[in-house]
């Protein structure tokens, strides 16, 4: 496929600037972002310098024009050296699909020189975890203007993004959902509190809100009502595949730590080292396993999107409750592996272990996509209509 020998090629350059951000930055960093709860800024300037936050920006605005398997394996390498970097950057990738699609063209362009960066403002406190129904409303202000008011209750990178793809019920339309681009600086919008997680203690997920939020009714992306339609296929695909690949990287982060440990940690008073303990091999090869079926099906998900197969939508929504399972499965058991060490703080597994208690609660929730494919496969709509 000449699509995919062209990216291919592409990505090998950006392959080199990665591995110079990570080593540079990203990787000497992980610790004290963990531990401050500090927002990556070093790192994601080094990302932005590197061309990797314009990395899926159309060639047609400047952007290297890559495809979501590329934007994929930066996330999966990211995730191996630091969750919080890796989910801003996720966040941005699945926002500039929706403002690749929808947004105007000079924010497109800020995108592609990597001098902006965006993320995804859905989940909110009435709601919660179903964004599919956002209750934050949008009413018309004046001829020009339209005014916003929510309570969003997770937004990654609040206060560091340059602008937020942000979801309310329509301003008349039917439907569930509009979708508007609103810039970081606007009037109204506040960061309503801190963030003090148990992992991903860098991405800076706080609540936003929006009090008499004026935005200018062209800042609508897609028509009035369309928003759920454009989240669904076009914000979730990235979001869903990305999410997955970052799982992947913890969980290999996980399995290569505790390779190394049962490989080199010796008992001095036998002489054996960890390995040599078949129960630890079988429980070693478990989890690489696991991480190695997260990789195929991911793989999979993303040749099925390549090529329009029929079970594309199905792979999509399975990856992510998949993958969410196996990093949570997997950094819990390379922790037990490599036993008191990785209690402490020295092998760095903790922050891992904690990184991965994530993926399952971000929405769509692995409860929540276990019940879409459900659905799908008995016949039944994604949704309830009442549910939306
Ligand atoms: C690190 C992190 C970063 C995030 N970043 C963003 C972001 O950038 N933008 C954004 O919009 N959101 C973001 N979120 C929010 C996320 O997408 C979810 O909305 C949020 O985690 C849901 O938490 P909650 O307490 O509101 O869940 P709740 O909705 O209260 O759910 C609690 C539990 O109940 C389950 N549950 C809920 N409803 C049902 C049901 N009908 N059937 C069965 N089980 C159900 C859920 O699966 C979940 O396990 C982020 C979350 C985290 C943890």
Redo the contacts with the bound molecule.
């Keep these: 496929m000449a699509g995919a020998t062209h990216d291919t090629d592409l990505a090998a350059g950006y392959k080199e600037a990665l591995e110079k951000a990570i080593t540079e930055v990203i990787r000497p960093d992980a610790g004290q972002v963990d531990a401050r709860g500090e927002f990556p800024s070093r790192g994601l300037d080094a990302l932005a310098k590197a061309g990797i936050l314009g990395l899926a920006s159309a060639q047609e605005v400047g952007g290297a024009g890559h495809s979501l398997r590329t934007a994929a394996s930066v996330i999966e390498r990211l995730a191996m050296e630091c969750g919080s970097t890796a ?1 801003v950057t996720l ?1 941005h990738y699945a926002a500039t699909a929706v403002i690749e699609a929808h947004g105007p063209r000079e924010i497109r362009s800020a995108i592609s020189r990597g001098e902006h960066l965006t ?7 009435g ?5 599919w129904s956002p209750v934050g409303t949008a009413n018309r202000g004046d001829d020009t203007t339209v005014r916003l008011d929510a309570k ?7 206060d560091h993004a340059d602008s937020y793809v942000w ?1 309310s019920r329509p301003v008349s339309a039917e439907g569930a959902m509009t979708l508007w681009l609103v810039p970081a600086k606007t009037p109204g919008l506040v960061v309503a509190g801190p ?1 003090d ?1 148990l ?2 203690r860098g ?1 800076g ?1 706080r609540p936003m809100s929006a009090e008499n939020l004026r935005v200018p009714a062209d800042a609508q992306m897609a028509g009035d009502g369309a928003g759920l339609d454009v989240a669904l296929t076009t914000a979730l695909p990235w979001f869903l595949v990305l999410n997955s690949a970052f799982c992947l990287g913890l969980a290999e982060s996980a399995v290569e730590e505790a390779r190394r440990h049962l490989t080199v940690t010796r008992l001095r008073h036998t002489g054996a080292v960890l390995r040599d303990a078949p129960v630890t091999r079988r429980d070693f090869a478990r989890l690489r396993v696991r991480t190695d079926a997260l990789r195929a099906l991911l793989d999979d998900t993303l040749a099925a999107r390549e090529n329009e197969r029929e079970d594309a939508i199905f792979r999509v929504l399975e990856i992510k409750a998949f993958a969410g399972e196996v990093a949570a499965e997997v950094t819990d058991g390379a922790m037990q592996l490599c036993g008191g060490g990785a209690f402490r703080k020295e092998l760095g597994l903790e922050r891992t272990f904690r990184d991965s ?2 993926a ?9 996509l276990y ?1 879409f494919v459900g659905r799908l496969y008995t016949g039944m709509p994604l949704m309830d209509e009442g ?1 939306r």
């Design positions: 989910m966040m993320t995804l403002a859905f989940s909110e406190y709601s919660r975890s179903h964004f969003k209750s997770w937004v990654t990178s609040a979801s963030f997680g992992g991903l991405n997920s208690r994530a399952r609660v971000m929405a769509p929730t692995t409860d929540a019940d549910n």
